[in-house]
């Protein structure tokens, strides 16, 4: 109904109603948990992706490929004859780059580089490192490639977040689903390095464009006590795509299948965005509000809801918004204009880098502990479910602050731990190294949440884009944590986790508390009264 249809003291009692316009389509209906299961399939699509560089480029034995004549050896027979020895890690180990020049007649034999090579395929049928021998020489065009992936997270999360905040949720979740299709399917088929590691670039581009615009865009649109089942359902979708990745991979133990797989499930998502308009509190935020009221009466529909006086509703809300921030469109600087949202651009960044660190260095490293690379993940899966349970519980029943703070401690403590732990008790390592891995994986469920609780809506995909080009650099560093392990001292990369996550403990404690609090719409929700009133409630 529209407002002429009541009388004027009516319709004003009824817009003082709703404070917020989650207030008008219900906090969690249908239509809301419509976009959850969407979220399923996104969340999904962002773990197989994430997290498939290991079975592409699996760790496998090679060695100089055998010319026809000595075809009749086995490889072991090829080896001793032809092989030079060398001695790594205080082995006595044959050579796989260099071979005894066999064609000359000499005492003395001399070696040369290896021209071809031959791949173990007792686990894997086929890598990329296979297909392109990236080996000897080439070794670190395997690596740079792995991180293309992760240089597009980078990038995208630059511009990400600016074009959501300005342009809309929908044009960028669009954007990123086709390119990520398109990206994905010339992965599989390139026929050059080069156009792999580029397409895996791009990949990263669409994936991080719908994947960090679409979870921003279901929390604008669900009610605060809510939010805890968003990220709940996140952490299990994500899980259950890290666990159909490694029975993917343990069945067809081929790259190309495995890469078609992670390539397909955008598809299903293009299919579902018929069901996702754009963001109505971004469309309120923006002034947009013919456009934000056809968009809410399509909602309210969709939740079974009635109300009288719409029209004027939505203007009042818009009112509201224009008289705390009467410019609505926001960059990058307005992250550093109001102390409260100082205080959280410069923590919360930081927390991202540390903690994507420690998991991504457990997880793209999953021989770090030794042992099979299917079962290690497996496990990781495992205790992921395990850790969404834990999830629901905990966040429904403590702070956010408080849960943040207790895992970052527990984290850096655990970590610390494991350099004490004796040379003959290699199974407590174990133990030990998998608990930090659970417990990084609550750690960062919950600081995805939290961060987008912390931003406003105007610069909410700006402050996480922010977040996530921070965690790039985690995530960039952590391969390395084996090789600094390796070539330095096995104790070393723990002690600076240890020391980093303590530190980032202690560092949560000026931030805000979000529980049950209204998501804040404009920048001058943040100023130093309001910022100091907020922390002392925590």
Same mark, same amino acid.
């Given at each position: 109904?529209?407002?002429?249809?009541i009388?004027?003291?009516?319709?004003?009692?009824?817009?003082?109603?709703?404070?917020?316009?989650?207030?008008?389509?219900?906090?969690?209906?249908?239509?809301?948990?419509?976009?959850?299961?969407?979220?399923?399939?996104?969340?999904?699509?962002?773990?197989?992706?994430?997290?498939?560089?290991?079975?592409?480029?699996?760790?496998?034995?090679?060695?100089?490929?055998?010319?026809?004549?000595?075809?009749?050896?086995?490889?072991?027979?090829?080896?001793?004859?032809?092989?030079?020895?060398?001695?790594?890690?205080?082995?006595?180990?044959?050579?796989?780059?260099?071979?005894?020049?066999?064609?000359?007649?000499?005492?003395?034999?001399?070696?040369?580089?290896?021209?071809?090579?031959?791949?173990?395929?007792?686990?894997?049928?086929?890598?990329?490192?296979?297909?392109?021998?990236?080996?000897?020489?080439?070794?670190?065009?395997?690596?740079?490639?792995?991180s293309?992936?992760?240089?597009?997270?980078?990038?995208?999360?630059?511009?990400?977040?600016?074009?959501?905040?300005?342009?809309?949720?929908?044009?960028?979740?669009?954007?990123?689903?086709?390119?990520?299709?398109?990206?994905?399917?010339?992965?599989?088929?390139?026929?050059?390095?080069?156009?792999?590691?580029?397409?895996?670039?791009?990949?990263?581009?669409?994936?991080?464009?719908?994947?960090?615009?679409?979870?921003?865009?279901?929390?604008?649109?669900?009610?605060?006590?809510?939010?805890?089942?968003?990220?709940?359902?996140?952490?299990?979708?994500?899980?259950?795509?890290?666990?159909?990745?490694?029975?993917?991979?343990?069945?067809?133990?081929?790259?190309?299948?495995?890469?078609?797989?992670?390539?397909?499930?955008p598809?299903v998502?293009?299919?579902?965005?018929?069901?996702?308009?754009?963001?109505?509190?971004?469309?309120?935020?923006?002034?947009?509000?013919?456009?934000?009221?056809?968009?809410?009466?399509?909602?309210m529909?969709?939740?079974?809801?009635?109300?009288?006086?719409?029209?004027?509703?939505?203007?009042?809300?818009?009112?509201?918004?224009?008289?705390?921030?009467?410019?609505?469109?926001?960059?990058f600087?307005?992250?550093?204009?109001?102390?409260?949202?100082?205080?959280?651009?410069?923590?919360?960044?930081?927390?991202?880098?540390?903690?994507?660190?420690?998991?991504?260095?457990?997880?793209?490293?999953?021989?770090?502990?030794?042992?099979?690379?299917?079962?290690?993940?497996?496990?990781?899966?495992l /205790?992921?479910?395990?850790?969404? @349970? !834990?999830?629901? &519980? %905990?966040?429904?029943?403590?702070?956010r602050?408080?849960? #943040?703070?207790?895992?970052?401690?527990?984290?850096?403590i655990?970590?610390?731990?494991?350099?004490?732990?004796?040379?003959?008790?290699?199974?407590?390592?174990?133990?030990?190294?998998?608990?930090?891995?659970?417990?990084t994986?609550?750690?960062?469920?919950?600081?995805?949440?939290?961060?987008?609780?912390?931003?406003?809506?105007?610069?909410?995909?700006?402050?996480?884009?922010?977040?996530?080009?921070?965690?790039r650099?985690?995530?960039?560093?952590?391969?390395?944590?084996?090789?600094?392990?390796?070539?330095?001292?096995?104790? /070393?990369?723990?002690?600076?986790? @240890? !020391?980093l996550? &303590? %530190?980032?403990?202690?560092?949560?404690?000026?931030?805000? #508390?979000?529980?049950?609090?209204?998501?804040?719409?404009?920048?001058?929700?943040?100023?130093?009264?309001?910022?100091?009133?907020?922390?002392?409630?925590?």
């Open positions: 109904m529209k407002g002429h249809d009388e004027p003291n009516e319709l004003q009692q009824e817009t003082k109603k709703y404070e917020d316009f989650i207030d008008l389509i219900g906090g969690f209906r249908k239509w809301q948990k419509m976009l959850t299961l969407i979220l399923v399939c996104t969340c999904f699509t962002s773990a197989i992706n994430n997290m498939n560089w290991p079975f592409l480029a699996p760790r496998i034995d090679y060695w100089c490929a055998r010319p026809p004549k000595y075809f009749n050896l086995s490889v072991e027979e090829w080896k001793n004859i032809s092989a030079p020895t060398e001695i790594k890690k205080g082995k006595t180990v044959h050579s796989q780059c260099q071979v005894y020049d066999l064609d000359r007649k000499s005492e003395n034999l001399s070696k040369i580089p290896c021209s071809s090579w031959e791949y173990d395929h007792s686990v894997f049928k086929s890598s990329i490192i296979g297909k392109w021998n990236l080996v000897c020489d080439d070794y670190w065009m395997a690596s740079f490639s792995g293309s992936y992760f240089m597009g997270l980078f990038v995208s999360a630059l511009i990400i977040g600016q074009l959501s905040d300005r342009y809309g949720r929908r044009p960028v979740i669009m954007f990123g689903i086709i390119l990520h299709i398109l990206s994905g399917l010339l992965c599989t088929i390139s026929p050059f390095y080069w156009m792999f590691t580029a397409c895996r670039f791009l990949t990263a581009v669409g994936k991080n464009a719908f994947g960090l615009a679409y979870f921003v865009y279901v929390l604008e649109v669900v009610g605060p006590n809510y939010r805890e089942n968003v990220f709940v359902v996140a952490c299990l979708s994500y899980t259950t795509g890290m666990l159909s990745l490694v029975a993917v991979s343990w069945l067809v133990k081929d790259w190309f299948y495995i890469q078609l797989y992670c390539s397909l499930p598809f998502l293009l299919l579902l965005t018929r069901f996702i308009p754009e963001s109505p509190r971004w469309l309120l935020a923006q002034g947009k509000l013919h456009k934000a009221e056809k968009v809410i009466e399509r909602i529909k969709t939740n079974k809801i009635q109300i009288i006086g719409l029209t004027e509703i939505i203007a009042e809300l818009h009112f509201k918004i224009k008289l705390d921030d009467k410019k609505t469109r926001r960059n600087l307005d992250l550093f204009k109001k102390r409260g949202l100082r205080k959280i651009t410069f923590i919360t960044p930081i927390m991202w880098l540390i903690i994507k660190f420690n998991l991504y260095a457990l997880s793209l490293n999953p021989d770090i502990a030794g042992g099979n690379i299917f079962i290690l993940f497996s496990i990781f899966c /205790l992921n479910y395990f850790a969404c @349970g !834990v999830l629901y &519980i %905990i966040l429904h029943r403590f702070n602050k408080r849960i #943040e703070i207790f895992l970052c401690i527990l984290n850096g655990l970590s610390l731990l494991i350099i004490a732990v004796p040379q003959e008790y290699p199974w407590l390592r174990v133990v030990f190294i998998v608990s930090c891995r659970f417990f994986s609550l750690a960062s469920a919950t600081l995805t949440g939290f961060t987008t609780e912390l931003f406003p809506t105007v610069v909410r995909s700006v402050g996480l884009g922010l977040c996530s080009t921070f965690s650099f985690g995530i960039v560093l952590a391969p390395f944590m084996k090789d600094l392990s390796v070539k330095v001292d096995w104790k /070393l990369p723990f002690i600076i986790v @240890g !020391v996550m &303590i %530190i980032t403990g202690f560092g949560v404690i000026p931030l805000p #508390e979000t529980k049950n609090t209204r998501l804040k719409d404009t920048i001058q929700h943040y100023s130093k009264k309001s910022a100091k009133e907020e922390t002392s409630l925590c």
